[in-house]
């Protein structure tokens, strides 16, 4: 069955580099068919789409954070990884990476389990 | 959120309820799909409906989903007190360009 998890630093320091990788198992990310996603939800909040890539490593980003985000993939270890520059207090979140349908309302129906990365001196 | 969702609901259980997901001309009404998600306390979300009324495998006919105009809703028939989590709409905005979740919605079985 497909796997997701999560992996890296639980705490960053503000102006700081997050950087988190997502093995998939079970699944190609090479496949062609799904989206590879990163999905946040601020402590008490909803939830907020970051971005996603495709097979070809062409990744598509929120706006919102496009200036400071980077989504790439690893096809020879199955991985795909987030780095999000320039943090403040207001990225501290639980983030999820995610396997999505392709298109633009593409649904995730695969789902790590999350890993909480707090920004803070 | 560009998404809006009540904040709450409750229900006793075997009573059925409604959850709302109200969106605009650049979402919903722009015959984006709608997907539903159900998250308890601590864990991932979980896929519960997907492109406005499928469900899949392994999630219980009760829970059916619906879309017209530029809403979208859940339904949850048979109330259970597993239920109880909180539940999200998604769709995609093409004004913003970007994946949009609503606000969440809690459901407290009474």
């Known amino acids: 069955q497909v796997q997701l998890q999560e992996s890296g630093p639980g705490l960053v320091q503000p102006s700081q580099t997050l950087s988190l990788t997502c093995t998939v198992s079970?699944?190609?990310?090479?496949?062609?068919?799904?989206?590879w996603t990163w999905i946040r939800q601020l402590p008490g909040k909803g939830l907020e789409w970051t971005g996603y890539?495709?097979?070809?490593?062409?990744?598509y980003y929120n706006p919102s954070l496009k200036s400071r985000l980077t989504i790439s993939l690893d096809t020879s270890k199955n991985q795909f990884s987030l780095n999000l520059k320039s943090v403040t207090a207001a990225d501290t979140a639980v983030y999820y990476c995610?396997?999505?349908?392709?298109?633009?309302?593409?649904?995730?129906?695969?789902w790590g389990q999350g890993t909480l990365v707090t920004v803070s001196s | 959120s560009v998404l809006t969702q009540p904040p709450s609901v409750s229900g006793a259980p075997g009573q059925r309820v409604t959850i709302s997901c109200t969106g605009s001309?650049?979402?919903?009404?722009?015959?984006?799909?709608v997907h539903w998600y159900q998250q308890f306390p601590g864990t991932a979300p979980k896929l519960l409906i997907y492109?406005?009324?499928n469900r899949p495998s392994g999630v219980p006919d009760r829970f059916s989903g619906s879309k017209s105009g530029t809403s979208a809703s859940l339904a949850i028939a048979g109330l259970q007190a597993e239920d109880e989590a909180d539940y999200y709409c998604q769709s995609y905005d093409t004004a913003l360009r970007v994946l949009v979740f609503g606000g969440g919605t809690k459901l407290t079985v009474l």
């Open positions: 079970g699944a190609s990310i090479s496949s062609g068919v799904y989206y």
């Open positions: 890539i495709d097979d070809s490593g062409t990744p």
């Open positions: 001309s650049s979402n919903i009404g722009a015959y984006y799909d």
């Open positions: 492109t406005n009324n």
């Open positions: 995610a396997r999505s349908q392709r298109g633009y309302s593409g649904f995730s129906d695969h």
